[in-house]
């Protein structure tokens, strides 16, 4: 880890103690998380690890994990007590003997890069692999079972209807390749209120929009992991549309601040949105990046409009939070502080 990344997790972690959290729901609890090399998993182990150190939790950790490379990286940078790792398919049979309180199943392929060659890969894990998770679930004695579903299952609304609530929905085609992701998280949302229903397993679902922070993967496909990728290599912006679509974007700080409040104070058997609900364009974004954010680096943002670009074109992102605000969460972190502590963990 380097110093900056470092430096950036221990003022998150003081940022998140702002929010009131009962952090003893958390004593002496076993938690598993799946796909913990992913961009938001791998910052929750991150986080976990400071703030059991700080609050003295006798908390632990187990992941799945298919990254070989991870794995020694893992068992390089935190204590055997706390982090244990399992390079295992959910694909299979779960057979982990451990008892757990929390399940938090995070492992999934978010990038639209992967849609068009790799749609069953997107697919199986939020289905396949929820069905396994969730019989696993049955052997256990959880607390919660959480699964990370995202924003865009709401599909298309009319914009009317913004910033919509977790139980407002509009049309996907399941047709379309771009719609594998959505369609299989709609899939697994439904899995899990199955389970909930008749196993009496106590689920909730995790809607992110987007959020972003220390950890995305510069390669990710998307505009914002795009711009900071940019940035980082002090290079123009590359904007792949007229950059007019209306975007939400979340620290990473942030939504684990929410996603914590959710598991400690969140009833079971509910869905919550966690996002940003302030507007902003791609186009707007990219152009305060280059203009305010890291003016010194006198970047420019260049329009190169692709066409075949695959992801789902909605125009507008923005959901209401009024679920996980009314469990005391809120924004701490602007969208110039999140750029800026972004980029510094990669210098």
């Excluded at 697919?123 to 924003?151: C, H, R, Y």
């Excluded at 975007?247 to 598991?263: A, P």
């Excluded at 329009?303 to 959901?319: A, G, S």
């Amino acid at each position: 880890m380097n110093n900056n990344l470092e430096t950036v997790l221990n003022e998150d972690v003081k940022k998140i103690f702002k929010i009131n959290i009962p952090w003893n729901k958390f004593r002496n609890k076993k938690i598993l998380i799946t796909g913990g090399n992913g961009f938001i998993a791998n910052y929750f182990i991150n986080i976990f690890y400071i703030i059991n150190e700080i609050k003295k939790l006798n908390l632990s950790i187990e992941c799945t994990i298919r990254n070989k490379k991870k794995i020694q990286e893992y068992k390089k940078k935190y204590k055997k007590k706390f982090l244990k790792i399992h390079q295992i398919s959910l694909l299979d049979k779960i057979k982990l003997k451990n008892k757990f309180n929390y399940i938090i199943h995070a492992a999934s392929l978010a990038s639209p890069k992967y849609f068009k060659e790799y749609p069953i890969d997107v697919v199986l894990p939020n289905i396949v692999g929820t069905v396994n998770l969730l019989k696993f679930a049955e052997k256990q004695k959880l607390d919660k079972f959480i699964f990370f579903s995202s924003t865009g299952v709401n599909g298309f609304v009319n914009d009317s209807k913004r910033p919509i609530s977790e139980n407002v929905y509009g049309p996907l085609d399941p047709t379309l390749i771009k719609n594998s992701y959505l369609e299989s998280k709609r899939m697994g949302e439904n899995l899990c209120y199955a389970w909930h229903a008749q196993k009496n397993i106590p689920i909730q679902i995790v809607r992110p929009a987007i959020t972003y922070g220390p950890g995305i993967q510069l390669n990710d496909g998307r505009s914002y992991a795009d711009f900071i990728s940019k940035v980082v290599q002090n290079k123009n912006l590359i904007l792949n549309s007229n950059g007019k679509a209306i975007r939400n974007f979340c620290y990473i700080s942030d939504f684990i601040s929410g996603l914590i409040l959710m598991m400690t104070k969140g009833n079971i058997g509910q869905t919550f949105n966690i996002a940003n609900q302030d507007e902003i364009s791609i186009k707007n974004l990219a152009h305060l990046i280059v203009n305010k954010f890291f003016k010194e680096k006198k970047l420019k943002v260049v329009y190169k409009v692709d066409n075949d670009y695959l992801r789902v074109n909605f125009k507008k992102t923005t959901v209401s939070t009024k679920k996980i605000r009314s469990l005391g969460w809120k924004i701490l972190t602007s969208l110039e502080d999140g750029f800026k502590r972004t980029i510094k963990t990669y210098e």
